[in-house]
Antibody, heavy 120, light 107 residues
Framework: EVQLVESGGGLVQPGRSLRLSCAAS????????MHWVRQAPGKGLEWVAG????????GYADSVKGRFTISRDNAKNSLYLQMNSLSADDTALYYC?????????????WGQGVLVTVSS | DIQMTQSPSSVSASVGDRVTITCRAS??????LVWYQQKPGKAPKLLIS???NLQGGVPSRFSGSGSGTYFTLTISSLQPEDFATYYC?????????FGPGTKVDIK
């Protein structure tokens, strides 16, 4: 059974940093691209970042480019999102999602999400 | 970046109704279009990939069509469990983008 478990969320002050982690199990992690998607309270889905199976290709939403860094450790079956210079606009539920292929296409399976609240 | 729009933003319908949701891309994306369903308090669920490829376990009353810049998601006979918000997503290239969503609620 595919499992994606996010962690690392919480309350953080504006301008500070936070690192999210996603522990994957139930599938061959390095066979798939991975993504982070967020959803602000009461709002729609926003794709944040994606990374191919071997980390060769990485993409970011314009809203986070230069502030967020996605990475993966295939040996640890883990996905990460380093978030710097956080602002209130980054407050959201952050989902880790598994792709269907190595190179990035869609989010075939989602974790339950981790809440990030940016507030003073 | 490719912008995605959806219409309507919300629709009220009854059980048994046929519902069609439209998604448009700001530039041609061939059939690199994905549909998701999200129910309140739940993670999204993948419904359709490649514009029309129904995922395993998704009821056949769901169908997708389109290519280029214009796409549709149709629910042929709305069931109680279909009341949810539906999102399209372009998968042509990074950065991926979602449409704003269409909420289907009970009339």
């Amino acid at each position: 059974e595919v499992q994606l478990v996010e962690s690392g969320g919480g309350l953080v002050q504006p301008g500070r940093s936070l690192r999210l982690s996603c522990a994957a199990s139930g599938f061959i992690f390095d066979d798939y691209a991975m993504h982070w998607v967020r959803q602000a309270p009461g709002k729609g889905l926003e794709w944040v970042a994606g990374i191919t199976w071997n980390s060769d290709t990485i993409g970011y939403a314009d809203s986070v480019k230069g502030r967020f860094t996605i990475s993966r450790d295939n040996a640890k079956n883990s996905l990460y999102l380093q978030m710097n210079s956080l602002s209130a606009d980054d407050t959201a539920l952050y989902y880790c999602a598994k792709d269907q292929i190595k190179f990035g296409e869609l989010m075939s399976y989602w974790g339950q999400g981790v809440l990030v609240t940016v507030s003073s | 970046d490719i912008q995605m729009t959806q219409s309507p933003s919300s629709v009220s319908a009854s059980v048994g109704d046929r519902v069609t949701i439209t998604c448009r891309a700001s530039q041609g994306i061939s059939t690199w279009l994905v549909w998701y369903q999200q129910k309140p308090g739940k993670a999204p669920k993948l419904l359709i990939s490649a514009a029309s490829n129904l995922q395993g376990g998704v009821p056949s009353r769901f169908s997708g069509s389109g290519s280029g810049t214009y796409f549709t998601l149709t629910i042929s006979s709305l069931q109680p469990e279909d009341f949810a918000t539906y999102y399209c997503q372009q998968a042509n290239r990074f950065p991926f983008t979602f449409g704003p969503g269409t909420k289907v609620d009970i009339k």
